[in-house]
């Protein structure tokens, strides 16, 4: 009975069961995630409503052009909303829940019951900068959030807080993300995801594709999340709404089972040549996944001294475009109890080789434009009990990808990690059951990840539409308590 | 392809002339694609006076291409008695054929590959061949090409399916990739680009009374034919032309693919068999023969889209790449053809143009293609009225608007597409 209530969850009819008796099992909602890979208009369908701000015309043509039917919250943001989904051929209107009609409604609360659900509320918060205007939020969320269907979207887009900003507008900037949290766990009851999107001045034109991100169903364990957008690195090759990769090459360590083969496999999909490295023991398991995907294998240990130079030889005079750092290992006991051996393995296939392959890849292999994207942990941000080794070389990589992603910026290439939360893996299903039951409890979205989930969030972040994150750690964690 | 060059070779239309359209199943029945084909060639070639000898080659458009013979330019010519050695392809690109034979036969003109071509298209929906599901196919093809035993027939039935996956298929116009029927996907963009059911009747009506006007004026005489159908019967004009019709009428008719729809069949265009043919020549050909050219191919264009999205959007791409190529701006051109496969997807195709945010999404410039002036837009009726032969129309549109230019001694005059698949089809036609 291991994972029965995992199993009763996907379940339909024994939800329905669970919940005619009102029974106090939570179920957590089965996420909508995509199959297959990037979509033209991912959003075919679905109304999102808009709130009005600066960046209105930019939203609204992201959404458009995703499929989106665009709800704005005011007939006075017709025209400029209009414009830009013409583009798209694809109608804007006035919501139900606009502020005439919620003045109208005498105690302003309830949201009204024959407005229609909506897959995504985007509020645009870029120029709140008072207590007042904050207010605005409240008024665009509240009435509306009741209404979002299951796996949606609650996206608030800011401007980063600052040190240098004045005190009162980096207060609103900072509340705006707490309330997103608040909000995270509200709305994961029903498998909706709510994350701010922070776009630094100048950096508005990299918006859309992040926009786009996160109100597909690609990023569906992403949620209470802050994403920055910024003009950091330089200008490289133009978005794309579908192949994204076409014509990259891309190598994966560790590539032959879980986060690693999932990844090489969504690479692939976006159209990236994949060189799958992983060790000679598992040289049947990554010969398979090459071998599905078309790509190459190079088998080597990440810590070898020669191994570096190994996979440039692989990767030959056309060089790589996006090195996902993936292997890596565990090797727990309590620090009291490690042996050294134990340190510095975990030390050494965990942040050593990832430092020494790097190296030698940006001596010239890596061309511009390219990718670094680093495999951190949540146990690397909040720490866990027996992971001194492990917590640290994870912890290690968050700061590797902060300075690595200045140094690179000039040549377009940028430098990012993800913090995988609980993940349904191999590595996870050993963990005693009790623990593992807790670890998907302790989320927002109430459940454990898909090592798929993870994949997508690099195969995001490895897109050209990514080039405004950069030096960031993205949790794909469904909200984790732990850490947060 | 297609680029204005004024040193190199030009093609130049001599004359064109076609079939009466008709609504299929009626008139033309008995007449298939390669009587009607020949029928309008013959015409032409009559009217202008070319001896046969001069004919070089055939290109021909179909989209209903007979299975037996799909090279039916090549069946024409024989069928004419036009030279053996002409020689005669046939192509299609769905409703863009007719055009696509008219540009395949100016380049190779502007190549030098030939001084005299004929090209055209024809289609007889009323001969449209009925299809044997697959499975039919699969099952008894061993037993047709190889030694049946008596077992193989038993074991061929034991392959056959459920009996109503045997039943033949009545041939509708659906996408082969979204499944979606040509009239869904019009319904969907006049949705999406809000375009109400009054203005694709009024945009129908006008095609019917510029249409008939243009018959009543005798202004087509000089491009269509009689034809005969059999036992001394002539058909002599088009079939499928109300120009009596009014917007009460139209606004009467009920929505044809969903019932909150607005696309009906007064604002589409019919099922419709006909053909079309068009004489191009290189310039100095023409002239050595004594031809005053009609006009001249000045450039075109192909695009496609994607036909999940809008299917039928393509001339709104198409037109501003020809016009490009071309050197010229839509406010340049004296006429507008645009194809009439529904009132719905022409206004949708107008609006695209005339949107900077389209220009800037889609186009990569910054302002709008431009506004189309309604009395510059389709001024001899279109594919509503007229019908939709499907391969014939893109050569009708040609001979139409080079007699056009000529008559009225107009400059410019471009031409727009759209067909299945989500491919757009544009080109521009200039006054020699």
Known sequence: MNDLLLALGTNRRARSVVGALKLPIPLPEPLARAAGPWEARPLEGESVVVSGGPLLAAITGALAEAGATVLVDDAALLATARAAAEAYARPVRVDADSRGASSANASGLASSANASRVHALVLDATAFETVEQLRAAYVFLSPRVGRLARSGRVVVIARACASTAS???????????????????????KGATANTLIVAEGAEARMPPVLRWLLDRRSAFVTAQPLTVTARAAAARSPAVVRPLDGQVALVTGAARGIGKATAQALAAEGARVICVDRAEDSAETSQVA?????SVVLADV?????????????????????????????????????????????????????????????????????????????????????????????????????????????GITANAIAPGFIETRMTAAIPLMIREAGRRLAALGQGGQPEDVAQALAFLASPGAQGITGATLRVCGGALIGA | ????????????????????????????????????????????????????????????????????????GREIALDLGLPPS????????????????????????????????????????????????????????????????????????????????????????????????????????????????????????????????????????????????GDGTWVHGDGL???????????????????????????????????????????????????????????????????????LIGPALAVPKALDRAGVTLADCDYVDLH????????????????ASFARARLGRETAVGEIDPAKLNVRGGSIALGHPFGATGARMVTTMANELAASNKQLAVLGICAAGGLGAAAVLERV
Request: charge should be positive; hydrophobic fraction near 45%; include cysteine.
């Open chain 2, 86 to 229: 002409a020689e005669a392809m046939t192509v299609t690109r769905a409703c863009a054929s007719g055009l696509q034979a008219v540009t395949l036969a100016a380049a190779a003109i502007e190549r030098g590959e030939a001084d005299v071509m004929i090209a055209g298209g024809s289609d007889s929906t009323s001969n449209a061949e009925v299809k044997l599901p697959q499975q039919i196919i699969h099952a008894f093809a061993p037993l047709a090409l190889g030694k049946p035993a008596v077992s193989d027939y038993v074991a061929a039935l034991g392959k056959l399916g459920p009996i109503g996956q045997l039943i033949p298929r009545q041939p509708k116009i659906a996408e082969r990739t979204t499944g979606e029927v040509m009239g869904e996907s019009a319904e969907r963009m006049a949705t999406r680009w809000e375009i109400t059911r009054q203005a694709q009747d009024e945009l129908a009506l006008r095609s019917h009374q510029r249409a008939a006007a243009a018959i009543a004026s005798g202004r087509f005489a000089s491009e269509v034919t009689k034809v005969e159908v």
């Open chain 1, 291 to 295: 071998q599905a995907i078309g790509g």
């Open chain 1, 167 to 189: 005190p009162a507008t980096n207060a609103v900037r900072t509340a705006l993300a707490g309330m997103v949290r608040a909000i995270a766990k509200e709305v994961g009851r």
């Open chain 1, 303 to 411: 810590t070898a001294a020669d191994t570096p130079q190994r996979i440039i030889d692989a990767l030959g005079p056309r060089g790589v475009d996006i090195v996902v750092h993936n292997a890596g290992i565990t090797r727990d006991k309590t620090l009291g109890r490690m042996s050294p051996e134990a340190w510095d393995a975990v030390l050494g296939v965990n942040l050593a080789a990832v430092i020494r392959i790097t190296d030698a890849l940006l001596a010239g292999a890596l061309r511009d434009g390219g990718r670094v994207l680093c495999l951190s942990s949540v146990s690397g941000i909040a720490g866990n009990v027996g992971q001194a080794n492990y917590s640290a070389s994870k912890a290690a990589l968050i700061g590797y990808v902060d300075a690595l992603a200045a140094q690179v910026a000039p040549r």
């Open chain 2, 1 to 72: 392809m297609g680029t204005s060059n004024s040193s190199k070779r030009r093609a130049v239309v001599v004359g064109g002339m076609r079939t009466p359209f008709v609504k299929a199943f009626t008139d033309f029945t008995r007449l298939d694609t390669f009587a009607l084909g020949a029928a309008a060639t013959r015409a032409l070639l009559a009217r202008l006076d070319l001896a046969y000898r001069e004919v070089e080659g055939v290109v021909w458009g179909g989209v209903i291409l007979p299975g037996g013979a799909p090279n039916v």
């Open chain 2, 340 to 355: 009439e496969a529904f009132a719905a997807q022409v206004l949708c195709v107008t609006k695209a143009l005339a949107s």
């Open chain 2, 241 to 311: 032309v109300r120009g009596d019709t009014s917007l009460e009428r139209l606004a009467k008719l009920r929505p044809a693919f969903s019932k909150e729809g607005t696309i009906t069949a007064g604002n589409a265009s019919p099922l419709t068999d006909g053909a079309a043919a068009v004489l191009l020549m290189s310039e100095d050909k023409a002239r050595a023969l004594g031809y005053r050219p009609l006009a001249a191919i000045r450039s075109w264009a192909y695009i496609g889209v994607d036909p999940a999205d809008q299917l």
